[in-house]
Structure formats: C-alpha cells, structure tokens
C-alpha cells in the first residue's frame, strides 16, 4: 500500500453506503417489489391467526366458494402465544384469532381484549343453543359470548387394529373398563430381551380423565381450593401412575416429549402413526394425522369408564375477534362461514375434530364419509359427549403456576422420587398457597 | 479543549453518528420501555397503573406463610430457575477452552484445514429446531444412540452397562444440555473468532519468540495469549451477557424446562411470566434484576479481566 | 542435511499426522447433523421417522422431497426475501458497527467509555421484554409489515462494534501514525489503514451478522403479515405442524435454505487463511 494520503473522503462514501441501504429498504416496500400485496390494496381482508393445519386451506376455498371473494382470507400462521400477544399489546388486531383453552378465553376476556359477540350473532341468526352445551366454557364470558369455535373434540380411544390381532387381543367394545384397558396394554407391550420398550401398549394419558371418574376434581367449585389432597383424588393417582410405574405400559410424559416434533406436542401421535403404540386416547383432530398413514389400520372405541362417574376430556379451540379490529363486519362474515354448513362439513370430512353445531356434528355426513369407509365409528365421539368436561380452572391461580406445579412434583413421581399420594398432597398444599395469596392480594393476580 | 481534541471529538461524532442514532431509537428506546414497565402492573392489554416496587418485592421479598408455618420467599420459583441458570453457566469456561484448543490446531498451515474448519462450523450452521430435535432422539433413554452406544460397549468388556435417562431425570438434564452445548459451540462463532484473531498477532513477534529458542508452550503463553487477549475478553463478556439470558431455545423446544423445572432458566421464566401469564411488569422487573446481576459481573470483569488484556 | 533439520522434519510430520487424527475424529460427530438432515431429505417421508430411531445407512434413496418442498412452500419469493434482507441488513451493520468502533477504539473523546458501557448493557436485556417495546416503536413509525422493519432494527447491534472495536485496539498503531504524518484523515485511516488490516475480523462480523439475518424467525413472524413478505425461516416453519412434522419435506427446503451460508463462510475462509502480511503493508 501505498503511503500518498488519500484525499478523497471515505466518509462520504460510507455515508453513500449506508443512505442507500436505508433508500433500498425503504424502495423495496413500493408496491411492485411485492407482487400480490399490491393487488390486495383497497381490498377487505380478513387475518386468521390460527395453526397452519393444511385443512385450513380446504376451508378457506370453501369460503371463497360460498361466499365470493370480495373478502379477502390471510391465513397468518400462528406459532406460540408471542406473535398474536404482542401484536395485540402493540394495536396491531387481526380480525381473528384462535384461542386453545378455557383459561385463557377467560383471561383475554376479564382483560377486555374480546368483542362481545352476542348483537352480531343476533342480525346474522347464529344461534348459542345450536352449540353443544358443553363448550360454554370456551365461549362465554359471564353472558357475554366471547369467541365461537368451528370444531371440538372428546377424548376417545384411538387403537391399531393391526397391533390388536397380531397380539390376539380382543378390539375393545362399548362398556369396558379400565381393567380390560390395562390387560390389554399389557399384552400389546412388547420388549427385548432387555426390558427395552419397542411398543407400548398406550400413550399417555390425561389424567382428568381418570381423576374425575375416580370421583376427585382439581379445585373447588369456587375456585378457592385445590382438592387434589381428596382420597379420591389419591387412589386415581395411584392408579394413573401404576401404568408407567408398575405395569410400564406407557412411556413417562418427558419420553412422550422425547419424540415430539416440537415443544413437546404430539410425541404419541407421532408414536401411534409409526405403530409403536397400539392406543392413544385423544380427540377427533387427530384423525387428520393418521389419515396421512395410509397402512394404518385404525379405529376408535370409548374410554373405560370406572362405573363411579362417567367423564371424558373435551377440546376446543374458538376464534375471537380483538375488540381493537376496525374491520369487524368482514371479521364476522368469515367467523358467520366458520359456523355454516358448508366449513361445519368441511370439519367432518377432513377429520378435524367434530363440527361444534350440534345439528351438524350428528348429520349423516359426519357419521359416514365415503371417502373414509373404515371409519365406521363416528358415533363413538357423539356418545362421548353427554359426560365430556372441558379442563377445570379457578380464576385464583394462573394456569401457568398450576401447570409448573403439577408437572413438576408430577416430574418427581415419575423418577420414583415420591409417591403418587405425597405428589397429590404437594401440589394441593402449593397451588393452595399460592391461591390464598393471591385472594389476599388481589394485585398478584393478572 | 485545544483545538485537536476538538477536531477528534468532532471526528468521533462523526464516526458514531451512524450508528449512535440507530443506537438510540431502536435498542435504548425499547430498553427503556421495558425498564419503566417494571414499576407498572401492565398486563398486555388494560392501561398500565403504577405500582413502584411492588413487583420488585414480590419478587425478591419473602413473606410468613401461616399454613406451612415457616418464612417462604414471594417467588421460589426464581430462585431455583437462577440456580438452574448459573449451573448451565459453569460450561462456559470449558468451552472457551474448547474453541481455543480448536482454533489453535486450525490455524495450522496443513493441507485440507479449510475443509476441517467448515465441517466443525456446520453444528452451527445447522442449528435450530431441527436439531435440537434430533439431539431429543440421540438422548433418549431406551433406544437413543449414546445409551445404545453405552450398552454396547458394556456388551463388548462383558459388564451390563446402562446409560442414564438423559433428559428425562432431574440430574442428568443441566449436563445433558450443557454436553449438547458444548459439543455443538466447539467449532462456532467462538472458534471462528480465535481464527480471526490468531491472524492479527504479529509474526515478528512469533519469529522474535523463535529466536530466542521459545518452546511451543513458551511461545503461546508470551506471544499468542496475549495476542488473542481482547479477543478472549470480547468472548468472555459476551459469554457471560449471553449465559444469564440463555436456555430459551432449548427449553422451548426439547424441555419445556423439565423436568421437575430442572432446566427452566431465567430466560424462559421471563418469556412464560410475560406471554403466558400476561404479567409484563412482572417480567419486566425480573429483567432489571437480571439486568443489574450482569452488569455487576460485566463491570468487575471489566475492572480485573481488563487489566490482563493487552493491546498491542 | 543435518541430523537436527531431519528431526525437526519428523516432528512436524508427527504434529500433523496428530492433529489430522484428532481432527478427523471430531469431524465425524460434528458430520452427524448435516448428515443427518440431508439424509432425512432423502427418504421417503414414512421412513424419515420411526420412534427415534435412527436408519443411519439409508435403504433406498428418493429426490422427490426436494421437487414438493419446493411445490408446497413459495421458495423463490422467501430467498428472495431473505437475501435482500440478509443482505442489505449485513452491509448496513458491518458499516456503522465498523465506524462507531473506529472511534471507541481510536478516538478521544469526552464519555468515551461511558458511552460504550451502555452500548453494552443495552445486550444485558432480555428480548422478552423489549419486544413489545420495539413493536410499538415500529407501528409508530408505521413501518409494520415492510421490508425496512425486517432490516433496519438489526442493523445497529451493540454486538458489532464490540467485536470491531477488540479487534481494531489489537492493532499496531504505527501504520496509522504514519498515515497521520502524511496527513491522512481520521477517515482516510479508517478506510485505509483500519478496515483492510482487519479483515479477518470483518469476514468474522459478516459471516456472524449474515447467519442472524439469515435465521431470525421470532422477529419477522411478529412484524410481517403479508405472505409476500415472509422469510425463509417462517416458511420452513409450516412444515412443521402443531402434532407432527414433514421431516422429510422440511428437511428438503432446510438443506435448499443453508446454502448461501455454507457458501458465505467458505468464501471467507481465506480470511483467516493467512497471517497479515506486515511486510507487505509496510511496503
């Protein structure tokens, strides 16, 4: 290099650098950078915040079918809480949004965040009675109707009929029980010669379903306790456990979550559609997964009741409309499509879940799909639903707190580390902790 | 001011002004919208009240609880989730180590080192989801392949050899993910940063060294330690910044912080706090005492480190 | 030739056969994932996962996912997005990081080491909670849903100057203070005397900054709504459903998505090739 100064300033050129960084970022938002945004300009749209599931498309060219498209769909994936939270906090509002639990319907909607939804429901002739009873708990706020959902789920019993008769076990029939379950998953459990698991007989399973049949319930009917130190409550646990601890049937939830695809979910539906395991208990939407296995042979039968109380698990999901949307019209055109025959039949055919109108989840199309001729069992989900409860929740503790505390001396039974029983009495005495500060201090709570 | 102080300072402003500006408006002005919401009790949504240190106590106070019948603090769950933190941190001094070692056996003039070097970086390139997922796979505990590996290895020496349950037991899991750390940074961005430094080290300095008749070792320990040392103290503060607010990705993805909460560290308590139970104030102020923990660390590392590091 | 040149020359050949051993070692795990991804893309999907176990000698191989990860996601319009981001985002950064440390490593100045402290403690806060902060900023700039969004915000991180700012105080002072006396201007060092010496440290900022662009995911799901203007990580993300993954199709569009990466950080490993040739620049 040579040592003769260089006159010409460099800073300039820098600054030429970066002022035409900044002008190529900013040129690049100029209409024809971005084909297809331009021609949405002066356009309705509707954003539906919602997990990508490819029947979301089926479902999106039934609306464009039915209804035109004047409106146009924005299908804008949704991956966690952050995305729709912060653009919520931040005032951006899509026109809707898909909430997954009762907890947090309940949550967004003491906050304010959701429109009552009951004047546009009235000039559109949706009706609350058409729903399931059961889903309340995802739709109403006090009287209000906060969010409607366009699918649910009761937790039946998936099985693999293949695994069934190669190990010479009988299909389960209605009005088994919890015993018949257990012999069954004995048998369809197989290992090497070193005691290594290569099939289970059941995934995991949610333990309100076999905690409320034993009688118990994890709070209250205020909300003001935690009843998990019931005797009840005790003996369903030991039960529940004895699957993984004792008869080893089922993998412990953190080997479930070993094999999820992420953030723990799906770890036995990935499990079941591999035929590693021969029976998962879990909603309808799983059908959309298993379809995609075109030798799985499966089909469904109703969970084993104990004979003491009869209950299943009940899933939703319901879409809310921010009340910050100015575009609440459009918003309700695509939620008004959401609930019509033509998605609720979409719901049907494609497996996700059951339609949440009730005319429609018991309509013909839903109890036979021609497409899907071994799917006989349809009516098994319907019957669920006369004892399926949604999950419980106490407006006195965070779902968030609840859940750490129950995974987490859950967590320590699984590693031997205490008894089903201690586990039950921990986490009442925790979670009741908690509960009493937070009503002495209001201020804690949300 | 003389005059030539004056024109530097003018210069420097100039030189900064690019940055600085950006600087300002897109970190410091988020920074401190995040500060101030500590002392609120906003939620996400209803407009944020004041609420002065309330969250600060109900972080760091403790309180009788007349049930249990003994003092508890306000929120054990930070404590343990700090503890949890710090224990993954301790992995760091291994792995500086690690990529020293690593970039010092790269920076050799052999033939096919370019090809060495993409192959230990592709861990990083690769990283993400995908991977942490198949890590999930290699740990687990019946059929992964290190307790595979493990048992054949016991079959082979005629000993019934059975691996841990990685991920799945409270004690294994820290050292789960900091092996998986480990392994995975040996020959990322830290190795990659010796490399460029290795090249700024005076080769007069090496051919003095030489002359003197230095060993290998002399010579690393009075030419290239020093020589490397503002970059060892870059990855050291980095290291550390980034250590108090790691842990986020792998409990997302492989852990959800379990189990038993074993590997839920700072970070992901803060994401949960905020965007799961809507507490952003609440967040926010754990963010400030993680804040003030890491500058006080930053600041005495700055204070002793600093003083070892030489600039030519 | 003497007894000692020759027993030098043997223990050099022993250093090397060493290090090619241990090396090559290491290099067989750190092989593992790359392996492991392309491997995954070149089954057919009913293969790609069986209860975690691993095939790790593929039985037969198809090229079919890399064709349908093409079909299902919109892979040429999220490479282009993401390369002008990346781009433009990574010039944007290595500038301004490589002028602001020229004048903390360089300059003197009234609250020098102030002023930098608090650039650095700006990296002591969590992103959780100055996301929201940021958003808001963003929508009052108006800028939410564009490309500057995407681009702009990352292009002042505390993290390059840092490392610029290392690397030029580890430089040797007399080039410059030649270049002074032959009356060359703060900028006219920096330009030519600072940023050629410190290429190794420059190649190292690029590569870093072009890696963060090029994989930022939480930030361009939050800030962007159109589907025009999705990045490559939001796109690999859909394979990815709430129960289930396409391993195989997602491992397809992963590989198409690492190769500009690969081949930036192999472009610049010259960078780190060769000592810098002192000679040569006194000249």
């Known amino acids: 290099?040579?040592?003769?100064?260089?006159?010409?300033?460099?800073?300039?050129?820098a600054g030429a650098i970066l002022t035409s960084v900044l002008l190529g970022a900013a040129l690049l938002t100029a209409p024809g950078c971005a084909p297809g945004r331009s021609a949405r300009e002066g356009k309705v749209t509707v954003r539906w915040v919602v997990d990508p599931n490819p029947v979301r498309q089926d479902q999106i060219a039934g609306f464009y079918r039915t209804h035109g498209r004047d409106i146009e769909i924005?299908?804008?994936?949704?991956?966690g809480r952050q995305k729709v939270l912060t653009q919520l906090a931040g005032g951006i509002y899509p026109e809707l949004?898909?909430?997954?639990?009762?907890?947090?319907?309940q949550v967004f909607a003491r906050k304010g965040v959701l429109t009552d939804l009951r004047p546009m429901m009235k000039r559109h002739g949706i009706r609350l009675e058409d729903?399931?009873?059961?889903?309340?708990?995802?739709?109403?706020?006090?009287?209000?109707?906060?969010?409607?959902?366009d699918n649910c789920g009761t937790y039946v019993v998936f099985y693999n009929k293949r695994l069934f008769r190669e190990a010479?076990?009988?299909?389960?029939?209605?009005?088994?029980?919890?015993?018949d379950l257990l012999a069954a998953a004995r048998k369809l459990t197989r290992r090497d010669e070193r005691g290594r698991t290569l099939q289970f007989g059941i995934g995991y399973i949610e333990p309100w379903i076999i905690f409320w049949q034993y009688g118990a319930r994890m709070y209250s009917d205020d909300g003001k306790r935690c009843l998990l130190d019931s005797p009840e409550a005790k003996k369903a646990a030991e039960f529940w456990a004895s699957f993984r601890l004792t008869e080893r049937v089922t993998p412990t939830p953190s080997e479930e979550q070993g094999l999820a695809a992420m953030g723990g979910w799906g770890g036995t539906a990935n499990l079941f559609k591999a035929e590693k395991i021969a029976m998962h208990i879990v909603g309808r939407w799983m059908s959309v997964e298993y379809r995609k296995n075109k030798e799985l042979e499966w089909d469904v039968a109703p969970v084993p009741q104990t004979g003491k109380v009869r209950a299943t698990l009940l899933a939703s999901k319901v879409y809310a409309?921010?009340?910050?949307?100015?575009?609440?019209?459009?918003?309700?055109?695509?939620l008004k499509y959401l609930m019509s025959k033509e998605n609720q039949l979409i719901v049907a055919a494609t497996g996700d879940g059951i339609p949440s109108i009730r005319a429609y989840g018991q309509s013909r199309e839903f109890l036979y799909n021609p497409d899907y001729p071994n799917e006989r069992n349809n009516q098994v989900f319907l019957d669920e639903m006369r004892w399926a409860r949604p999950p419980e929740v106490s407006p006195y503790i965070s779902e968030l707190d609840a859940t750490a505390i129950f995974n987490e001396e859950m967590d320590l039974m699984w590693q031997r580390k205490q008894s089903p029983s201690q586990a039950c009495e921990r986490i009442a005495r925790r979670i009741n902790a908690i509960i009493r500060r937070n009503i002495a201090n209001p201020n804690l709570l949300d | 001011m003389t005059r030539r102080q004056k024109a530097e300072s003018l210069a420097a402003l100039a030189f900064l002004a690019p940055n600085v500006a950006g600087f300002l408006v897109f970190t410091l002005l988020p920074v401190l919208g995040a500060f101030l919401l500590a002392f609120t009790n906003w939620d996400l949504f209803r407009p944020p009240r004041w609420v002065g240190l309330f969250n600060f106590v109900s972080l760091l106070g403790w309180h009788y609880d007349e049930y249990a019948g003994r003092t508890v603090m306000n929120d054990p769950f930070f404590w343990k989730y700090v503890y949890n933190t710090v224990f993954l941190m301790t992995a760091i001094p291994v792995g500086i180590a690690g990529s020293l070692i690593c970039a010092l056996l790269m920076n050799q003039k052999l033939r096919g080192i370019t090809v060495f070097r993409t192959i230990y970086f592709l861990p990083t390139v690769c990283s993400g989801v995908a991977i942490l997922i198949l890590w999930k796979w290699l740990y687990n505990n019946d059929i992964g392949l290190f307790n595979t590996l493990i048992r054949q290895f016991g079959d082979w020496i005629g000993v019934p050899l059975q691996g841990p349950n990685w991920l799945g037991s409270t004690e294994w899991a820290k050292p789960s993910l900091m092996l998986m750390g480990l392994?995975?940074?040996?020959?990322?961005?830290?190795m990659i940063l010796y490399l460029a430094a290795l090249q700024g080290v005076p080769r007069e300095q090496y051919e003095a060294a030489a002359m003197d008749g230095a060993s290998a070792w002399q010579t690393f320990w009075a030419v290239t330690w020093p020589g490397i040392s503002p970059t060892t103290f870059f990855i050291l503060i980095m290291s550390v910044i980034g250590g108090f607010q790691g842990g986020f990705m792998t409990a997302n993805v492989m852990t959800e912080g379990g189990p038993a909460g074993s590997t839920t560290t700072i970070e992901y308590y803060i994401y949960n706090v905020a965007f799961t139970r809507f507490l952003m104030g609440y967040a926010s102020a754990i963010a400030w005492v993680l804040f003030l923990v890491i500058l006080a660390i930053t600041l005495l590392t700055w204070r002793f480190g600093g003083r070892k590091v030489t600039y030519v | 030739m003497s007894d000692r040149t020759r027993s030098v020359r043997k223990t050099a050949l022993w250093k090397a056969a060493l290090t090619y051993l241990v090396l090559g070692l290491g290099a067989v795990t750190m092989l593992v994932p790359f392996y492991w991804m392309v491997l995954t893309s070149l089954q057919p999907p009913e293969m790609a996962f069986s209860m975690g176990q691993i095939r790790w000698i593929p039985e037969r191989i198809v090229w079919q996912n890399y064709p349908e990860a093409w079909k299902a996601i919109d892979i040429p319009r999220l490479y282009w997005n993401s390369i002008v981001v990346a781009v433009l985002g990574t010039l944007g950064q290595v500038l301004t990081s490589s002028l602001a440390a020229f004048a903390f490593a360089r300059l003197e100045f009234p609250g020098r080491d102030r002023l930098f402290f608090a650039y650095l403690?700006?990296?002591?806060?969590?992103?959780?909670?100055?996301?929201?902060?940021?958003?808001?900023?963003?929508?009052?700039?108006?800028?939410?849903?564009?490309?500057?969004?995407?681009?702009?915000?990352?292009m002042f991180s505390a993290y390059g100057t840092f490392l610029l700012r290392q690397f030029f105080m580890g430089l040797p002072t007399e080039l410059e203070d030649a270049a002074k006396i032959d009356g060359s201007s703060y900028a006219g060092i920096w330009a030519r005397v600072t940023l050629p010496l410190s290429r190794p440290a420059l190649a190292t900022l690029t590569t870093f900054t072009f890696m963060g662009f090029w994989g930022a995911y939480m930030w361009p799901l939050i800030i962007v709504q159109s589907p025009e203007l999705r990045t490559l990580p939001i796109g690999l993300a859909s394979f990815v459903g709430r129960y289930s993954a396409e391993y195989s199709l997602w491992m397809a569009a992963s590989v198409i998505a690492l190769i500009p990466v690969l081949l930036l950080f192999i472009f610049n490993q010259r960078y780190f090739q060769e000592g810098i040739k002192m000679s040569g620049i006194k000249g």
Not at chain 1, 1 to 6: A, F, I, N, Q
Not at chain 2, 183 to 190: E, I, K, P, Q, R
């Open chain 1, 1 to 13: 290099m040579s040592r003769t100064p260089d006159r010409r300033p460099p800073l300039a050129a």
């Open chain 1, 74 to 79: 924005i299908l804008d994936p949704d991956a």
């Open chain 1, 97 to 105: 949004f898909a909430i997954y639990d009762p907890a947090t319907v």
């Open chain 1, 131 to 149: 729903f399931w009873p059961q889903l309340a708990p995802y739709m109403l706020y006090g009287d209000q109707v906060v969010g409607l959902p």
């Open chain 1, 168 to 179: 010479g076990v009988p299909y389960p029939r209605e009005g088994w029980n919890w015993n």
């Open chain 1, 321 to 334: 409309i921010p009340k910050g949307n100015k575009n609440k019209e459009a918003a309700f055109t695509f």
């Open chain 2, 183 to 190: 392994w995975t940074g040996l020959g990322g961005f830290n």
């Open chain 3, 121 to 154: 403690a700006t990296m002591m806060v969590p992103g959780s909670v100055t996301m929201i902060p940021n958003f808001v900023l963003l929508r009052w700039l108006g800028w939410i849903d564009t490309y500057q969004a995407l681009i702009i915000p990352g």
